[in-house]
């Protein structure tokens, strides 16, 4: 039934800083928007992280409480080092999950829960 992620949403007080921050992150700029919503293309598949101003957020939104998505890293300790540094605060730190598996999160400045990780079955999955 599920396919495969389509797009990720995240919610921002202030849109405008929101862009700014994950352009940096990212290293590039949305390809789409519009009022009120950014959307980046980012990865290997070309996800899409969408962000939307929290006016529109329904009520009753989660914030940090909410899931995390975890993005295919190569190195985890480094990118969670660098959202460190561009102002994410610690959510988890960098854990070693056995079999290769390498988790850390953080909280984006606009209050969302943002995942790193090295995963060996999205390699496996990418060599094909």
């Not at 949305?30 to 950014?38: A, D, V």
């Not at 890293?73 to 610690?90: H, I, N, Q, S, Y």
């Amino acid at each position: 039934m599920l396919r495969g992620m389509a797009t990720v949403s995240f919610w921002a007080d202030d849109l405008t800083a929101a862009k700014e921050w994950y352009s940096g992150v990212l290293g590039l700029e949305p390809y789409f928007e519009r009022p009120g919503y950014i959307e980046f293309r980012i990865g290997d598949y070309q996800q899409e992280l969408g962000i939307i101003d929290s006016r529109y957020a329904p009520t009753g939104a989660p914030g940090a409480a909410g899931a995390i998505l975890y993005w295919h890293v190569d190195d985890v300790a480094a990118a969670f080092e660098r959202l460190l540094a561009l102002g994410a605060v610690a959510y988890q730190p960098v854990t070693e999950r056995g079999g290769g598996f390498v988790t850390a999160s953080v909280v984006d400045p606009f209050g969302n829960l943002l995942g790193v990780m090295i995963n060996p079955h999205y390699l496996e999955v990418l060599k094909k």
